[in-house]
């Protein structure tokens, strides 16, 4: 088993900048991959991010390419997502996710077994 535990989402106005943090515990592996998804208010949770922890190769859907970063710090087994240039869109709760094995291109949420509980980040106009 994998925990995972996100922090640092918060308010925060347009043009703004967040980083959110997720720590993973538990039976943790460098074989893994790792991501950030979103759900923002009546809609569907959606892929934000991701990582293949052994490689620290990443992805990202296309409304955040350019403005989020995503990255990871092996030895302390954490996971960060610093946001720039945040919009009202961006709007959502900000969920950590992992799998065992590495997987490119891993923007789908079914294809990951483990989840944290969310963080929220608001931006405002």
């Known amino acids: 088993q994998v925990q995972l535990v996100e922090s640092g989402g918060g308010l925060v106005q347009a043009g703004g900048s967040l980083r959110l943090s997720c720590a993973a515990s538990?039976?943790?592996?460098?074989?893994?991959?790792m991501g950030w998804f979103r759900r923002a208010p009546g809609k569907e949770r959606e892929p934000v991010a991701t990582?293949?922890?052994?490689?620290?190769?990443?992805y990202y859907a296309g409304s955040v390419k350019g403005r989020f970063t995503i990255s990871r710090d092996h030895i302390n087994n954490m996971m960060y997502l610093q946001m720039n240039s945040l919009k009202p869109e961006d709007t959502a709760v900000y969920y950590c996710?992992?799998?065992?094995?590495?997987?490119?291109?891993?923007?789908?949420?079914?294809?990951?077994?483990?989840w944290g509980q969310g963080t929220q980040v608001t931006v405002s106009s």
């Open positions: 996710a992992a799998r065992a094995g590495a997987l490119h291109l891993a923007l789908r949420e079914s294809l990951y077994n483990y």
């Open positions: 538990g039976r943790t592996s460098s074989s893994y991959t």
């Open positions: 990582i293949i922890w052994s490689s620290a190769t990443t």
